[in-house]
């Protein structure tokens, strides 16, 4: 899908003729389809085509309404009787006086007459009004709670008649440290992102991350959750089974930062997903996920190296000196946790297991895919805009070029959407009306990089004191960060080598290894400096027994 700017009225459509396809079968009955056409105001052909199109691309943006072809009584409002709409609707309409839709309808017909203009007909502003959010609609008309009450749940619970209807999504800091692959260092507490089905309490996906939570890490996440995971398990050496998948019908979260991000609600419009945000005080709305939370966490608590909940049940464990684990085997762990052991318990709520209730009802629930799960993911990256310039799109201090680019010339005062992924800098994907276009940095010879290398690059150079920051300085700067990473670990592991290596021959212990701009000039006996390594040197203290 792409970000570019869409008349808002047809995107509002393609949205309302998701949402009734959404409805039918796979095997189209004669009431099927007459119930569609009257929904949507179209010919028994249309619907078929509609319903085809929807089958092979389960996008909202396939169903954009061609303008061209459309009858008079389905094309948009103009623009200055939607502005005479648009201001009713909010003075008037969405008000807690709930007048009716005739009303509504002699309010906006008066004005335009005043002003000149012709009046939509009241079936036309109808199916407007159709286009709305009801929910909130009611919201503004009759009181929350009985929006909540209608729309939503029974106050004090939360519940989905079938499977993805309700999906929850949240982070949480885990309760471990795990350790770099290499020198088995802990490297701190990694940010677990996971997603649970309400219906049947299936876990459908998790991301693990150093980083902070970011729309990259909901987007792995919810990828995750969508595709089978058949293959992911057998990469990972696993046997179980994990059947959950597919594009929920709804996404609840709280209001954090990521889940606001325009990206993410765009990708959620596309996929017809009705992304729902936690109202404050309403803790109904997230305990699912919160409980699951507490139980996955309340497993990691028997792992080397967990931090426990509080600093009672921690006592004086150093959680650091105890890790042992990587982040790929903190993942390994984890999907074993889940498949082999909370999938496979009875849940209090359901009286049997997740496993069996995802199972008894995922033939009937009509679950969807991607049509393209590598563009499903590419939907909910982050995006940036920029414009084409004579040399290709200029991002985060890179020069991005693909020979596609040279058919958008001629556009350069025209904006477009960047999709990247924050791990791999080394492409990027430019959204337009005739597909995805991947562009890569236009020096190939360019290593791969992540967001958070190239940044740390730039502190670097800053701190130094430069003020313009040019692309090759800054791969410069992160080879020679990597260089420099590489030489430490060496020689960490060699004077190790040699401390084991002193520690075997010589009994007398050695008590400090001091860096030789702060030690004291060394004595002129050098026999245990380490010759291998300038720079330090040994200091050693005896009893005078």
């Known amino acids: 899908m792409s970000d570019n700017p869409v008349a808002g009225q047809d995107w509002e459509e393609a949205e309302f003729r998701a949402r009734v396809l959404a409805e039918l079968p796979e095997q189209l009955t004669e009431g099927d389809v007459d119930w569609a056409m009257r929904q949507l105001d179209v010919s028994r052909a249309t619907v078929y085509r509609l319903a085809r199109q929807f089958r092979e691309d389960a996008r909202t943006s396939a169903l954009l309404p061609n303008t061209s072809g459309r009858k008079p009584g389905m094309l948009p409002l103009d623009p200055a009787v939607e502005a005479v709409v648009v201001h009713h609707f909010k003075?008037?309409?969405?008000?807690?006086?709930?007048?009716?839709?005739?009303?509504?309808?002699?309010?906006?017909?008066?004005?335009?007459?005043?002003?000149?203009?012709?009046?939509?007909?009241?079936?036309?502003l109808g199916r407007w009004l159709d286009l709305k959010d009801q929910a909130k609609l009611m919201a503004r008309r009759e009181g929350k709670d009985k929006a909540e009450r209608r729309h939503l749940a029974t106050p004090g619970t939360l519940t989905a008649a079938r499977p993805l209807d309700i999906v929850q999504i949240d982070h949480t800091k885990a309760d471990v440290t795990v350790v770099d692959p290499v020198t088995r260092r802990p490297l701190g507490r990694p940010t677990l992102t996971v997603a649970i089905d309400v219906n049947s309490r299936m876990i459908l996906g998790f991301h693990l991350s150093l980083e902070p939570p970011s729309l990259l890490s909901v987007a792995l996440c919810l990828t995750h959750a969508v595709m089978d995971k058949s293959h992911w398990l057998a990469a990972r050496?696993?046997?179980?089974?994990?059947?959950?998948?597919?594009?929920?019908?709804a996404i609840y979260v709280d209001n954090g930062a990521e889940f606001?991000?325009?990206a993410f609600g765009l990708a959620c419009a596309e996929y017809q997903i009705d992304l729902r945000y936690r109202p404050p005080g309403t803790p109904r709305y997230g305990g699912h996920i919160e409980r699951l939370i507490g139980t996955m966490m309340g497993a990691v608590h028997l792992l080397p190296g967990s931090h426990f909940s509080n600093i009672f049940e921690r006592g004086d464990l150093d959680a650091e000196a105890e890790a042992v684990m990587t982040l790929a085997e903190l993942e390994t762990w984890l999907a074993l946790e889940i498949t082999g052991s909370y999938h496979a318990r009875i849940h209090s709520a359901l009286e049997t297991t997740p496993l069996a209730a995802w199972v008894a009802q995922a033939d009937t629930a009509k679950l969807r895919m991607p049509a393209d799960l590598r563009q499903f993911l590419v939907d909910f990256l982050p995006s940036e805009q920029r414009m084409l310039q004579r040399d290709g799109f200029h991002l985060f201090h890179i020069r991005y070029w693909s020979g596609e680019l040279r058919w958008l010339m001629g556009q350069e005062t025209r904006k477009y959407t960047?999709?990247?992924?924050?791990?791999?800098?080394?492409?990027?994907?430019?959204?337009?009306?005739?597909?995805?276009?991947?562009?890569?940095?236009a020096d190939l010879t360019r290593p791969t990089?992540?967001?958070?290398?190239?940044?740390?690059?730039?502190?670097?150079?800053r701190e130094a004191g430069r003020r313009s920051v040019d692309e090759e300085l800054i791969f410069r700067t992160i080879e020679a960060q990597r260089d420099l990473v590489d030489s430490a670990e060496r020689q960490t592991k060699a004077i190790r080598r040699h401390q084991a290596r002193r520690?075997?021959?010589?009994?007398?212990?050695?008590?400090?290894?001091t860096p030789a701009l702060e030690a004291l000039p060394a004595p002129e006996n050098k026999s245990n400096a380490l010759k291998d390594h300038p720079g330090f040197y040994v200091e050693e203290w005896y009893d005078d027994d």
């Not at 509504?104 to 036309?124: M, N, T, Y």
């Not at 990089?449 to 150079?461: C, D, F, G, P, Y």
């Not at 520690?503 to 290894?513: S, Y």
């Open 449 to 461: 990089i992540t967001l958070w290398e190239h940044r740390a690059a730039r502190r670097a150079l």
């Open 260 to 262: 606001h991000a325009r």
């Open 91 to 124: 003075g008037f309409y969405a008000t807690r006086r709930k007048p009716t839709k005739t009303r509504f309808w002699r309010e906006v017909a008066a004005d335009c007459k005043a002003k000149g203009l012709a009046p939509p007909s009241i079936r036309r």
């Open 503 to 513: 520690a075997h021959l010589d009994p007398r212990p050695m008590i400090n290894v």
């Open 237 to 249: 050496g696993i046997n179980t089974d994990w059947p959950a998948h597919g594009i929920p019908r």
């Open 418 to 441: 960047l999709k990247y992924d924050p791990r791999d800098l080394s492409r990027i994907f430019v959204l337009t009306e005739n597909g995805v276009i991947e562009a890569r940095p």
